[in-house]
């Protein structure tokens, strides 16, 4: 099934000794451009819906064993840094994130280009309510785990033709958590920044709420939640005066440790103490210098939708737009609709998926 390019080079290894007589060969290894590209024929036009792949999941991971191959087109790229090691794909009944485990990954599978996923030896597995397709993690700590190996990517996923990048779908808030649309490229609009920091009217605080992983130790055991992660998952009121809460999509290491230090999180509840009793003798903090992943929070009617942002994101320090967060103007959001324990999140792509009612772009 898959091609392979052979550069022949005749006698080199042989008579080491006389350099001489060494005819000289000049290899010229296959265009980039020129690569094969795979079709339905190769593949025997037999192949499994995502959706169907999908339902094979039976509440523990499941490594197929039988001949099973689905085909969908790219919807994300990871360029602006808000993916890591996957990308996702759709058919017309489903979308799934498939764990290539390489980063750049919008080099080689452009937005709109169709692959071929021979999931034959893969695993279907499931992360807080989330398919998704991957290899078997030897360490059993999550239900999948990344293609890392150049070999294992080159068994199991083919690149085919070029095509339109796929069209979002416009999904409704009564469809936030049909599971037709989960791992899809959507949609939501009209959406409004939850909490508000000063309300005019009544002239009182209003709570603000947010969701920040961040851990003591980034080199040690990511599911040490007791000693090592620190989820600030809170609601505090802000002082009416001042503009302390976190009004940028995620924090990068510099805005991560300008937040930490200005206070506003020393009195949340972390691994039995607060943040505040983290601080060294110093007055720094023994905390990680990366909040791994924010979440800002917006309400679809009376649905509560998370859109979460990585620190590693090219627009990890951009503001929220003011008349966003003061409520005056609703946002549209296309990206990546999931959920995570049973909830509706969003992933951005970049920022051209924010927009205003109108579809004008802030950004």
């Not at 293609?147 to 085919?160: L, P």
């Not at 899809?184 to 009209?190: A, G, H, K, P, S």
Request: hydrophobic fraction near 35%.
């Amino acid at each position: 099934m898959k091609r392979i390019y052979i550069a022949i080079l005749a006698a080199m290894s042989l008579l080491a000794s006389c350099e001489e007589f060494q005819p000289v060969f000049t290899v010229k290894y296959p265009d980039p451009e020129q690569q094969y590209i795979y079709t339905d024929d190769d593949f025997g036009n037999k192949f499994t819906t995502i959706a169907e792949l999908k339902q094979m999941y039976n509440g523990k991971p499941v490594k197929i064993s039988k001949s099973c191959v689905i085909k969908g087109q790219v919807t994300t790229s990871d360029q602006v840094g808000n993916l890591y090691k996957s990308l996702y794909i759709q058919d017309e009944t489903a979308g799934i994130e498939v764990k290539i485990g390489k980063n750049g990954l919008y080099n080689e599978y452009k937005l709109g280009q169709w692959i071929y996923v021979d999931c034959t030896d893969l695993t279907i597995g499931d992360y807080h309510g989330m398919i998704n397709l991957g290899y078997e993690d030897p360490t059993k700590e999550y239900e999948t785990s990344y293609m890392e190996h150049a070999y294992i990517i080159d068994s199991h996923v083919f690149k085919g033709k070029y095509d339109e990048p796929v069209k979002p779908v416009v999904v409704k808030e009564a469809d936030l958590l049909k599971d037709v649309n989960m791992g899809r490229l959507v949609t939501i609009e009209n959406l409004k920044y939850s909490y508000y920091g000063y309300d005019q009217d009544s002239k009182t605080n209003k709570t603000i709420y947010i969701f920040i992983l961040a851990y003591v130790d980034p080199n040690g055991d990511r599911k040490d939640y007791t000693n090592n992660a620190i989820f600030i998952d809170e609601s505090w009121n802000q002082p009416a005066d001042k503009d302390l809460w976190v009004d940028t999509w995620a924090c990068s290491e510099t805005k991560w440790k300008e937040y930490l230090n200005s206070g506003i999180f020393d009195n949340v509840d972390v691994a039995g103490t607060t943040v505040g009793g983290l601080k060294n003798p110093d007055g720094t903090y023994n905390i990680g210098s990366m909040a791994y992943s924010v979440s800002q929070y917006f309400t679809m009617g009376s649905t509560g939708v998370q859109v979460r942002s990585s620190g590693y994101a090219r627009f990890a320090d951009t503001k929220i737009p003011a008349e966003v967060l003061d409520g005056t103007a609703t946002v549209t959001f296309t990206g990546i609709l999931t959920k995570y324990n049973g909830e509706p999140q969003f992933t951005l792509i970049d920022l051209s998926g924010v927009r205003k009612a109108d579809g004008t772009n802030w950004y």
